[in-house]
């Protein structure tokens, strides 16, 4: 008799359940959606039944899977969802198998869910169904909130706009094409807000179905998160790929069936070649707060920059050799510690790291209170400055702006000076904008104002040499875009924006919130523009994820000498020929 129960026993559990609970009566998914942003349901207790379609019930991640009605139980409504989220822990079932569970329907953050799930049970395996296609940037919001829970797939390849969570919340944005700041290529105003608006509307990200921080091994680097020449960066592509639309953290995001297959077509390029012609290349790059403590090794953290004083030497050493990477004779800098000109200062530490022909501009003793401002450095075997530096500090630049730094340099064995001027103009950020700085709504942000009029001091200053033939190169970061008025002000009083005149309005030194655009600058005046060669970005930081980055968050140790990443801006190169005694 025993070994008859036995035997019972191992044939009933070896009977697939499923028979009998598939009957079972339950609330259709579509109704539990709804056509609306929340649940005409919610708060109540209900029975659904569904096929698993995207488990996350991995350690770390969302605790629950994605259910989606059987396309026999549809209700043919395309305003309605057929996907729902259950959140539980009950291990029970597999992507493919049709289950039933019970729940209480629950608004979280827009997404609608069914919570408080004791037990899954499995009736049948029927396999995942047919994912719809998703036209990312064909379909808008309204048709996606139809889409909320449902396999999908993307009709076309998409391209990687943002990387900036990819190391802290594994996270990708997605978009049909690059995303331009609006007032990069139109002007301020509504076309450009609406400009953006519409660029929100074409957004998709790729998560990694991870709810915590800090993912690790980091998802989507091809080869592991501990080689830094791995390159995936801003501009490459997504080839089409099935998943589940998901909403969570106030945007539409894709929980992919398999690992996506990323094309890297924005590979990383050497820093452009020295044009044959060039007598003298300056180059300007924003150095993300190069801060240095006491300058003895002491003093960290610090208001702004390095953490640790092992954070700063590789910073310091980082952005050294980007810099030597694009063999400079003069460079510009902005965001440099505001400490002095002696040996222990930021600005002493970064000429010695430069190397032994470098030398900095040194101002004389005048003193602001910004803790940040502008530096001027140069080969002393290229070229040699021409009297005294000249600070420019009065009018608009008596606040927000950091004073702007000018010098006039000549190449050995030349005889035509050219004069560079460091520039770091007030910030889009809306912290302590009095009124009349305020953001328009133009889509130029906050002290728009204040930097139209130092743009148009600037456009105005003329070295201490006067003359008509004064060559003078503006250079660095204006902190305003293209076609702000900011930008205009120069242009409008004769400047030429060198990266625009040699290819274009559509370049990018800053990417901000998945846009990308300049911020930073070489301006030309009449005099200059002649003996300008060419004038180009190298693409080393602003397109790399903030995981190489010397600050990033857990981020991986990298070596002294990698360049990638050094700072958040892209360093602007121009060569310039000017005339030597046999010319």
Known sequence: ?????????????ATPLWAANCDEEHVPVSRIQGRGDASPMAGQQVRVQGIITVDLRHEGGFRGFYLQQALAEQDKDDATSEGLFIHTRARAGEPGDRVHVSGE???????????????????????????????TGATPPDSRESLEGMLVHTVNPLTVTDTWNLARYGELVLAPSLQWVPTQVMAPGPDAQRHQAQQERQRLILDDGHRRKHPRPVPYLTNGEGAPGNPLRVGDRVAPLAGV??????????????RPDIHHTNPRQLPPARNSLTNVRVVSLNLGNLFNGDGQGG?????????????????????????????????????????????????????????????FVDSGTHRHDDAIRNGLLYRGDRVQPQGPATLITGGAFEQWHRPALAQRFLAIGGNEPLTVMSVHLKSKSCRNAPAAQQDAGDGQ??????????????????????????LVLLAGDFNAYAMETSIQAITDAGYTDLIADFHGLEQQTFRYHGRQGTLDYHFANKA??????????????????????????????????????ASDHNPVITDIRLQAPAD
């Open 1 to 13: 008799m025993p070994g008859i129960i036995v035997a019972l026993l191992l044939s009933i559990a």
């Open 105 to 135: 329907v629950r608004e979280h953050y827009g997404l609608t869910s069914l919570t408080g799930v004791s037990a899954v049970s499995i009736c049948a395996s029927p396999g995942l169904p047919a994912p719809l296609p998703l036209k």
């Open 245 to 258: 639309m998901d909403y969570r953290f106030g945007h539409w995001r894709l929980q992919p069936l398999s």
């Open 299 to 359: 003093g960290f953290p610090t208001d702004r920059g390095a953490d640790s004083h092992q954070a700063y030497q590789q910073q310091l050493a980082r952005l050294a050799h980007q810099i030597i990477a694009t063999d400079p004779d003069i460079v510009a800098v902005s965001e440099l510690e505001n400490d002095g000109y002696g040996e222990a200062s930021s600005l002493a530490d970064l000429a010695g790291a430069l190397g032994e022909r470098w030398r």
């Open 445 to 470: 942000g906050c002290f728009a104002a204040a930097r139209t009029a130092a743009s148009r001091q600037l456009a105005q200053w003329q070295p201490p040499e006067t003359g008509k033939d004064n």
């Open 528 to 565: 200059l523009r002649d003996r300008v060669v060419v004038s180009q970005i190298w693409s080393a930081n602003a397109e790399e994820p903030r995981f190489w980055a010397y600050d990033a968050d857990r981020g991986p140790r990298v070596s002294d000498t990698f360049v990638w990443r």
